[in-house]
């Protein structure tokens, strides 16, 4: 209702505000875009002008194709905003453009509508889906062919680098640490310095884990690039508004536009960017996980303590977390654990003495090795006299 009052005052207004050059109507639009947001204005600039016509406008052109309509009480009161949101409008239109000047066809794929949902605000109606490239397709095609004995990376990759320092992870695979480890190799009877799984199986799912490694520290690398360039690219972008001044009045709107164009593509490069990043650093951390589960189904941890062990934060240094030992250690059947990894080690046993214990030692273990009938000095035979 309060809406519906504010949009009879601002109709009495309109006539007059329109007429006067200084208020111009897209000033009208962002009011009605406030009382009304996600709505299309559909009522026109020559109706609301009237016979003011005759006053000259220096926006003339763009305002005159600028349609304005206000909402019936009725929808104002009962319908909600059904527009999506603005990252994801903006989304959608920029690859719009991008579809139409690389002659690509678009398609939409509708989402799915609930009765029972009706009085919710949807995100969106519809999504755009861009066709993939056959150049991209032959590409993945190509690697499909032999996915078991592929490289992780590319050579052609082999450009990405960032600086070593606290950045080892990125380059070289966590090595197995912890008491899991040392049960692996307690159980398989194996070498203490060998890094390697003894089982065939559990040995090809930590190489499965390595190559999921190499492939997603690789992504994360790429990212920091694309990153970097988005915002360089965004840079260069800003500097060209200080060439308008040096540009024929009609040309400055192309330039305009030119610059609009290229804030909004780099701006949406750098939140791709951030989704590879995200899609890295979860395929990292399966990849992890898959090395930890070779290592715990080696060492024949109990299910629960597998599930616990895995789930562990990474360090970034070694393969599993440095509290591990701790977790093993800290449980209720902590005795069990280690007796199950074969890691137990149980105190110490006093003896205990009595007063009258003879002692064991070295005298007494000579004299039990002796003969008890044997006399002690042995008799010589006697002599016959003749």
């Known amino acids: 209702m309060i809406d519906h009052i504010i949009m009879c005052q601002l109709v009495t207004v309109t006539p007059a505000l329109i007429g006067d050059h200084r208020a111009p109507a897209a000033l009208l639009a962002q009011l009605l875009s406030i009382l009304s947001p996600g709505r299309d204005h559909l009522l026109t600039y020559h109706t609301l002008q009237g016979p003011q016509r005759g006053h000259s406008d220096p ?18 009161v009962t319908s909600g905003d059904t527009s999506p949101p603005d990252d994801l409008r903006e989304f959608q239109d920029l690859f ?33 889906a861009l066709p993939s490239d056959e150049a991209i397709m032959d590409m993945a ?51 203490q310095f060998r890094s390697s799984l003894p089982d065939k199986g559990t040995r090809k799912l930590d190489l499965f884990g390595c190559k999921m490694y190499s492939s997603s520290t690789l992504m994360l690398r790429i990212a920091n690039y694309a990153a970097l360039l988005s915002n360089h690219n965004f840079d260069n972008y800003a500097k060209l508004p200080e060439l308008m001044q040096h540009l024929p ?16 593509a780099w701006r949406t490069l750098l939140q791709i960017a951030l989704d590879v990043t995200d899609t890295a650093a ?10 930890r589960a070779s290592w715990l189904m080696a060492s024949g941890a109990p299910k629960e303590l597998q599930n616990k ?29 280690l007796r199950t990894l074969g890691m137990y080690t149980p105190l110490f046993k006093r003896r205990h003495y009595y007063t009258f214990q003879r002692r064991y030692d070295y005298t007494f273990q000579k004299q039990q090795q002796c003969v008890p009938d044997q006399p002690r000095f042995r008799q010589h035979p006697q002599r016959k006299h003749q």
């Open 96 to 128: 719009k453009r991008v579809a139409q000047s690389q002659e690509v066809q678009l398609s939409e794929a509708q989402v799915k509508q609930h009765k029972l949902l009706k009085n919710l605000h949807p995100q969106q109606r519809c999504r755009i």
């Open 141 to 191: 095609h190509e690697i499909w062919q032999t996915p078991t004995s592929i490289p992780p990376t590319s050579k052609r990759a082999d450009k990405y680098f960032v600086p070593s320092k606290d950045m080892g992870f990125l380059f070289n695979h966590p090595q197995p640490n912890s008491l899991i480890v040392d049960a692996a190799r307690h159980k398989n009877k194996t070498s």
């Open 59 to 76: 926006e003339e052109g763009v305002s005159a194709n600028v349609h304005l309509s206000f909402p019936s009480p009725d929808d104002a």
């Open 282 to 291: 979860r395929a990292m951390a399966t990849g992890i996980a898959m090395r």
């Open 309 to 337: 062990v895995e789930d562990l934060p990474f360090d970034r240094k070694r393969l599993f977390a440095a509290s591990t030992d701790d977790v093993l250690h800290s449980g209720k059947d902590s005795r069990t654990t």
């Open 249 to 264: 009045e009609a040309k400055r709107p192309l330039l305009k536009a030119i610059v609009q164009e290229g804030y909004t």
